[in-house]
């Protein structure tokens, strides 16, 4: 497939690089010169504008920071895809963002799939990242070619916005169980248990989770939070505003997001 790539950074990098190994013609956005010697490193053809990365092509994957960026890039974007192509959103963000680009796309003949994806750089390099896919079964279908370079499963879970919805309820429970082995943690050391040794035994017990895992991989809580706090912290402020975008709350979860990003 001919792909366009804009966002080759912690995660897009390894999304680069399994497309290229996967035969798929890839052209990646570099705005300078170090940026794009990088892209060619991964086995990708370097272009120094959006335009130029998905011009012509079947489809066009964006991987930014914020929803805000995709909002700032993806209009014209789809001015310059060609109709008949697939714009395909991994950047965690609101549903109302996704469902706004797929009405804007829909007037050029140009499907929009919101496809966040779960789990880190190392999963993507071992070509299984979760996508949680929202969009017309057609052009989910279409684009699986590419997503499957590095993502499985691939989960369609609705239309247009589904994927963003999805995702959100992820987040806000993954932070939540953050917060959980946190407080886990403190009630241990009130009852004069070692964090190290605490955590390595609940990981072989019924509280056993992925949150846990990673926290007693780890060695601390603490560590743990400061060390994906940025991320988490994203997350979880994406996912009380869109909650309150959409008329809802959190509801007992809003205390554990506290923990889990302070």
């Known amino acids: 497939m001919r792909i366009g790539f804009l966002g080759a950074g912690r995660m897009g990098a390894p999304m680069v690089r399994r497309l290229a190994d996967a035969g798929h013609q890839v052209r990646v956005l570099g705005r300078d010169d170090e940026k794009r010697a990088a892209v060619a490193e991964l086995g990708a053809t370097p272009v120094s504008s959006p335009r130029e990365a998905v011009e012509g092509v079947d489809v066009a994957i964006v991987c930014v920071f914020t929803d805000g960026q995709v909002r700032e890039l993806c209009p014209d974007l789809l ?61 989910v279908a279409r684009a699986h070619e590419a997503l499957a370079a590095y993502a499985d499963p691939v989960l369609h879970v609705g239309p ?15 932070a939540a169980q953050i917060g959980v082995v946190a407080e886990g943690v403190r009630l241990g050391d009130r009852l004069g248990i070692d964090e190290a040794t605490l955590l390595s035994a609940l990981t072989h017990g019924s509280a056993a989770s992925r949150a846990l895992g990673g926290i007693a991989a780890t060695g601390s809580a603490d560590a743990f939070i400061a060390r994906v706090g940025e991320f988490i ?13 959409l008329d809802s709350d959190l509801g007992r979860l809003e205390g554990l997001l506290d923990v889990a990003v302070n």
């Open 160 to 174: 247009v916005g589904a994927g963003q919805r999805v995702k959100l309820v992820n987040n806000a429970l993954f």
């Open 233 to 245: 912290g994203k997350d979880v402020a994406v996912v009380r505003r869109t909650a309150s975008e």
């Open 79 to 139: 001015d310059a895809l060609p109709e008949g192509s697939i714009l395909v959103l991994h950047t965690t963000g609101s549903p109302r963002t996704a469902e706004a680009l797929a009405e804007r796309g829909a007037a050029r003949g140009i499907a929009v799939i919101d496809a966040p994806v779960s789990g880190g750089p190392h999963d993507i390099a071992a070509g299984t990242i979760t996508v949680f896919a929202g969009g017309p079964d057609d052009a």
